[in-house]
């Protein structure tokens, strides 16, 4: 099985956590290619394992997104996310569809994990292939700072095969604001940690499954 596992946070550092993930998954028998945001040039060797989403460039036109980029967190980025033009942030986002696209049609993925709830989670979706979104402690509260921010997130919830929380407190928000009791069964797994692999392993598999009937 492929998986194609899509971040928010910068995902060049080959030690940091989206390549951890890839790595524990990879454990569990899934190979698994990282996607997300790249601060280095184009031009530069791409960290292995990694697709990178080339945002420095286009980030530079705007202070608050520049600074999240630079920071490097996911959470950073999904704060700033709400608050950019919507020119900026449409150009952000086809930026990402076009390497999310360029990803799927070169590794030809069996599922998508998404880590964190945010504006690459529906492009997931928009590729046809199934989808797991994990969602963070401060994810949703980012969501609903901007109603554009907002739209997108709840389409792709709304979209996905699977939807995960991190903790308890975010698993509730997501059954009463975001997804409904329903569609939230038995969704509850835990932080992305040294720990997660066999939970979010079985979790793309029961995506399979269900997109398979």
């Not at 989206?18 to 190979?31: F, I, P």
């Not at 999310?100 to 989670?121: C, K, N, R, S, Y």
Request: include cysteine.
């Amino acid at each position: 099985m492929r998986l194609l596992l899509i971040d928010h946070g910068n995902c060049d550092p080959p030690a940091g956590r989206v390549h951890r993930c890839r790595r524990l998954l990879v454990g569990e028998g899934l190979e698994t290619l990282a996607c997300g945001p790249a601060s280095v040039s184009t031009l530069e060797a791409p960290t292995p394992g990694l697709h990178g989403i080339h945002l420095k460039d286009i980030a530079a036109a705007n202070r608050k997104l520049a600074k999240a980029v630079r920071d490097g967190r996911a959470e950073a980025f999904l704060e700033a996310t709400p608050t950019i033009p919507t020119a900026l942030l449409g150009l952000v986002r086809e930026t990402a569809r076009q390497a999310v696209a360029e990803a799927v049609d070169g590794f030809d993925p069996t599922a998508i994990l998404v880590l964190h709830a945010g504006i690459f989670a529906d492009l997931a979706v928009e590729t046809g292939v199934p989808v797991v979104i994990h969602v963070g402690p401060t994810d949703l509260a980012a969501a609903g700072l901007d109603e554009r921010v907002h739209d997108l997130v709840v389409a792709a919830l709304g979209s996905a095969e699977l939807v995960l929380g991190a903790d308890e407190a975010t698993f509730g928000t997501l059954k009463s604001q975001w997804i409904g009791e329903a569609d939230a069964s038995g969704n509850l797994a835990g932080p992305i940690d040294d720990h997660c692999a066999g939970w979010l392993a079985e979790a793309v598999r029961i995506a399979c499954r269900r997109r398979g009937g």
